[in-house]
């Protein structure tokens, strides 16, 4: 890492860090803002919970967020799930809410209130989901890390899955980040580095239902804080670079039990004649940006139209070749960005697959 740009000295924490908490414990509750960030603010328990409904509610200024008027500004955080903290260790958690308003009505932002009703109705098809999180890598000055100041490194090819100096960048971010999401026992499947050169992937999955979101978005929070240590950013942005550079996304695996039964075939079949006629309403909440990555080119499908095929990258679903060959499994969706907000789409393809659900 380029030393000039490392602008905490967490190796002088450890010291501290190593002080006895005399029974208190930390909880970290974090939170998504009005921008489709993270935000979080610490605060301290007597004990360590054994269930959410252990963790108090809170609040925070939501005039600061984006979130709230500045004349009624009180958000009100509903802790949902918490995780072993990697970043303090201990009894320590980092804790995931949602947001609600002093009316007692979910936040503009909270899309997890809507999701998790589409989702829990249909708990008995057992939905597992996998996302390919997408992401990259930036310099203090938002330039892609590693790339040469004021230009471009060679083409695309080398970079992919790469190994060594000059194909990949950063992959002490990516280890550190991996472990932490292990030790705070999110779902983390793997990791490669990707085509564009300082972009990386990491997966998460099969998780079911709503806890799908709830351990991306904590994941993301992981990934942020990392690379913050490390002097670099994250951007989720779907096509950070324009022109012959791959573009971030967010594919989405996705297999109900049925799916996954024998001749459950004959249900990811159903499930592309569902999705083919509501192509607009997906895309609408698939990520902002989305177009600019969705040109048919670097691996990606049309935007307007909805295609499906047997190992094909060039469609906006793909039916993996070996579950075409077992004739069961799972399909993936290929056309959410990297920046989408999980519980909007896996809300929405359940929506899809079973109906609308009244709140
Ligand atoms: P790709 O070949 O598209 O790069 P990856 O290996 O990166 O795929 O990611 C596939 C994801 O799908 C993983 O998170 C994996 O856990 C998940 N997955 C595997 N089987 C299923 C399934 N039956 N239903 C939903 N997700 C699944
Ligand atoms: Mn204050
Ligand atoms: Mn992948
Ligand atoms: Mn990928
Ligand atoms: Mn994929």
Redesign the pocket.
Known sequence: MAESTIISNTANLQKYLALPQKGKITAEYVWIDGSNGVRSKSRTLSKKPEKVEDLPEWNFDGSSTGQAPGDNSDVYLRPVAFYPDPFRLGDNILVMTETYGPDGKPNKYNYRHDAAIVLNHNKQHDI?????QEYTLLDINGWPYGWPKNGFPAPQGPYYCGVGTGKVYCRDIVEAHYRACMYAEINI??TNAEVMPAQW?Y????VDGISMGDQLWMSRFILHRVAEEFGVKVTFAPKPIPGDWNGAGL?T???TKEM?EEGGMKHIEAAMEKLAKRQAEHMAVYGEDNQLRMSGKHETSSYDKFTWGVANRGSSVRI?RSVAAEGK??F?DRRPASNGDPYQLTGIIVETLFGKVEG
Request: proline letters at 10%; hydrophobic letters at 25%.
């Open positions: 597992w989901f996998g996302l390919e499947s793997g992937e997966q998460v999955g099969p594919h695996n996705v297999s996954r993996p499994g799972y993936e």
